[in-house]
């Protein structure tokens, strides 16, 4: 996270709610690093799914909504332009609208 969007992350009021959530933060990268990813195991999948990417996302990201994206068949990519991770709080119009025109859809 770029410190532009750790400063907007910090002053909001869900970052106390997630300091006492630290803990959790090890054994969640030990499932990251131990998952094992199945792109079949998502081809029957006929939900409409859209996938929201920061423009502004590092490479690892851009990469990680490909593969998810190439294995869904009915999904969709769409770029939020000078976003990254946390685009629902630094461009929340952005993110809602987004959400808004995929249920509308």
């Keep these: 996270m770029p410190e532009y969007e750790l400063k907007v992350y910090r002053q909001l009021a869900m970052w106390q709610a997630r300091i ?22 998502f081809a029957h999948l006929q939900v409409p799914a859209r996938l929201l990417l920061g423009g502004d996302s590092p490479p690892a990201a851009r990469q990680a909504v490909q593969i998810v994206d190439a294995a869904l068949p009915r999904s969709k990519v769409v770029v939020l332009p000078g976003q990254q991770h946390i685009a629902m709080d630094t461009a929340p119009d952005l993110f809602a609208n987004e959400v808004v025109q995929f ?3």
């Design 103 to 105: 249920l509308l859809e």
């Design 20 to 41: 006492p959530l630290a803990p959790t933060v090890p054994r969640e990268l030990r499932v990251d690093e131990t998952y094992n990813w199945d792109a079949g195991r």
